[in-house]
T-cell receptor
């Protein structure tokens, strides 16, 4: 089966600009996750979707971050306005059954200058 | 809430030597446990997972891990290190109920010396 697709792979923006990331999960995977991985740290969950509904967004900085999953398939994560501390790799993952595993995309590396 | 602690942010071993990466977890209910590997500029690849079946779990690339409830540990081992094992390794925990999600440790960077 095809993997989790993410784009772009790399993005450099200036602080206060906006940016959007896109994720296409594996077909049939109802659960979709966005993680933020800061250099030298483990991934941190930002938001979890079940189909097109939000299950957990407790760690999403809602004053600047937003995410949606239209029609329960693709998802976009947006940052507006970006701060220097948002520099990180943004990983998307999907799962058919979270009890048995999650498949991660290659990530988008964001650099805010 | 569940959490994971990986002991040692950086581990260095010689090629052919035993690899031991340590992971301790905290969970109020019986957890599911995972080890992932991350190569430079790549996403996370599942090495192995424990989901309440056999406590000794075998994964890809010769890795294995043992779930020890009494020690709340899930250490990752490989008998003989290979140069290609150099990467970042992450231990993660989830619980099989509610909003199931992976909670990661901070990672251990494994370096292999020739």
């Amino acid at each position: 089966e095809a993997g989790v697709a993410q784009s772009p792979r790399y993005k450099i923006i200036e602080k206060r600009q906006s940016v959007a990331f896109w994720c296409n999960p594996i077909s049939g995977h109802a659960t979709l996750y966005w993680y933020q991985q800061i250099l030298g740290q483990g991934p941190k969950l930002l938001i979890q979707f079940q189909n097109n509904g939000v299950v957990d967004d407790s760690q999403l900085p809602k004053d600047r971050f937003s995410a949606e999953r239209l029609k329960g398939v693709d998802s976009t994560l947006k940052i507006q306005p970006a701060k220097l501390e948002d520099s990180a790799v943004y990983l998307c993952a999907s799962s058919r059954d979270p009890n048995y595993g999650y498949t991660f995309g290659s990530g988008t590396r964001l650099t805010v200058v | 809430a569940q959490s994971v602690t990986q002991l040692g942010s950086h581990v260095s071993v010689s090629e052919g030597a035993l690899v031991l990466l340590r992971c301790n977890y905290s969970s109020s209910v019986p957890p599911y446990l995972f080890w992932y590997v991350q190569y430079p500029n790549q996403g996370l690849q599942l090495l192995l997972k424990y989901t309440s079946a056999a406590t000794l779990v075998k994964g890809i690339n010769g890795f294995e891990a043992e779930f020890k409830k009494s020690e709340t540990s899930f250490h990752l081992t490989k008998p003989s290190a290979h140069m290609s094992d150099a990467a970042e390794y992450f231990c993660a925990v989830s619980v099989p109920q509610g909003a199931q999600k992976l909670v990661f440790g901070q990672g251990t960077r494994l370096t292999i010396n020739p």
